[in-house]
């Protein structure tokens, strides 16, 4: 499947396969865990507010962890749905975490930011580099992770409850899209 992100053409297959339901005590019925997933690699970034949060931060959450620049077309559309999601679904335990990835190692300040998110009306966790270059240094961990180089924005990786990658998105979705494969996790 080709797609289209902010960086460059790529091609990839997505990380998906059916799964069977399955019975958890400690969460109501979740997909078997596929056998290609992969723990999620924990890390540290901030909010415009100054505010440290690691993914750690959501154990027993569903998390939309979604990589994107203010400065990416096909990342504000995004921005919609996501609000869409999470007005909907956080209630159900659905977390949605932007990472935003400057353009050319240019991170936008605290107040450019929160301006930004004000006016897309933006509720869901966004986080930025601590002092520089820690979000891209956490994608490329996640592409250490997953095995292929996360080069491009918007790239969306959905996390089970238990922290492990269950599905991988480059390229715009839509709202649909994501709660197709998002539903069987909440």
Known sequence: ??????????SLKEISKSSEIVSRTEYKKQPQRPEYAIKAPDFQLRTAQGKLVKLSDYSGKVVLLNFWGTWCGPCLQEI??????????????LEIV????????????????QKFMNKWDMDYTILKDINGFEAQMVMIEYGRSIGRPLTGVPTTLIIDRDGYIVKGYIGPRSEAAFYKDLKPYL
């Open 1 to 10: 499947m080709s797609s289209y992100s902010c960086q460059k053409k790529q």
């Open 80 to 93: 919609p749905d996501f609000n869409n999601l999470y007005s909907k679904y956080k209630k159900n335990g």
């Open 98 to 113: 932007g990472i935003t990835i400057p353009r050319s190692g240019v991170p936008d300040s605290d107040r450019y930011l």
